[in-house]
């Protein structure tokens, strides 16, 4: 079965590009463009990984973590997408339980290579 | 003259000291009240613009790394100059945000502990294609035994990239360009770190020096100019080394090259 992404993302054109490059990579992807799909997304099909946009029109992409972090079984692993890595940007993702930060546009090849490590990681629990 | 007379006078330029007061006041109130509008603005508009160029920047290393197939080598240059052009513009946004940040005092110092001459190496590092297309003698000079400094990592790069990025550009190719750092004469606070950026470029001339510290200035702001830039560069170098409580200014006349130097006070971790 292809790895689960969810990726959680308010812009139609984002959503397009990153499904595209995360499907042709060998990835099955589901795609949110709200909190409350995504949470809903989390609790049917507990994805492997979530690609986190921290501005979600109004909505703080990370209130998405407390229910992240409540997850039984294995949690899938968080990744913050921001436009602007600033030092307490990050600090706030990695203290709500983010694996890490990536500043877009993520480089293609490298978003590859870090999902086949983090799937790896899972893989092997 | 009357007592009388000079009373109601006093009086009625009181009266209209105090009207003249409140007139001011609420002139002050209203420019800042523009300038914070101003900054949020900036801020929106980059936040905004970023979005769509994301989403090109992907779908152009989707289709240059081969992910759809194999390219030939000129559908990736081609390709290649859609991202380098999306990824310019993006530098060019993220200027904007910085300066909007700076320009509404949301900037803070994240201090670490590490040597100058890694930061220049670094940012020597970001430059090297550019400096090579270009033809240029890139010179790195660092005096023995400096003090590691206690001060924002990101921020020094940024200040060093933007001297850097400009002393390329404003350099014809074959010239000189060159950094180097010592120990800068002490202040009354203690020791300094002196750092020169310097180039064998177009230079400044000396009506000009206060000018290009400013933002969105340039010296050659027609359309034609050959450097495509914010006009943002200087002025955030400048702030960002004031955070620091260093100073940043040029030396330099027409034709004769730049030196641009700043200084970063030398503070122990604590
Ligand atoms: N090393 C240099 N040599 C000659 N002119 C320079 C140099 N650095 C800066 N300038 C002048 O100062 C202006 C402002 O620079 P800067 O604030 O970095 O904005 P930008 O690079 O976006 O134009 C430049 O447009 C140029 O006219
Ligand atoms: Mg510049």
Known sequence: MLPHILLVEDNALVIDALTMLLEETGHRVSAATTLAQAQRVMSEESPDVVLLDLTLGGEDGLSLMPSVNATRGTRPIVVALTGHDDPETHARCIAAGCRTVLVKPIAAMKLKGQLAEWLGERAAF | MSRAYIDDVSAERLALLQEQNLELSRLV?????????????????????????????????????????????????????????????????????????????????????????????????????????????????????????????????????????????????????????????????????????????????????????????QVDASASRQHHGTGLGLAIARKFVELHDGRLWVESSRGKGSRFFFTIPVRSAP
């Open chain 2, 29 to 217: 109130a209203e420019l800042r009240n523009e300038a914070a509008l101003r900054t949020q603005f900036l801020s929106n508009i980059s936040h905004d613009l970023r979005t769509p160029l994301t989403a090109i920047i992907t779908h152009g290393e989707i289709l240059r790394d081969g992910i759809l197939g194999e390219l030939t080598l000129r559908q990736k240059d081609s390709v290649g100059g859609i991202i380098g052009g999306g990824r310019q513009l993006l530098d060019m946004i993220g200027e904007i945000l910085t300066y909007a940040r700076g320009a509404a005092h949301q900037l803070t110092l994240t201090r670490t502990e590490f040597s100058i001459a890694s930061a220049v190496e670094q940012v020597c590092t970001l430059n090297e294609s550019l400096v090579a297309k270009k033809k240029l003698d890139l010179t790195v000079n660092i005096e023995e035994g400096l003090p590691p400094l206690y001060a924002d990592r990101d921020k020094i790069a940024h200040i060093l990239g933007n001297l850097l990025g400009n002393a390329i550009d404003f350099t014809l190719p074959g010239g000189r360009v060159w950094i180097t750092c010592s120990r800068g004469a002490p202040t009354e606070r203690g020791h300094v770190l002196l750092i020169e950026v310097g180039d064998t470029g177009i230079g400044i001339a000396p009506e000009h020096h206060d000018l290009v510290f400013r933002e969105f200035a």
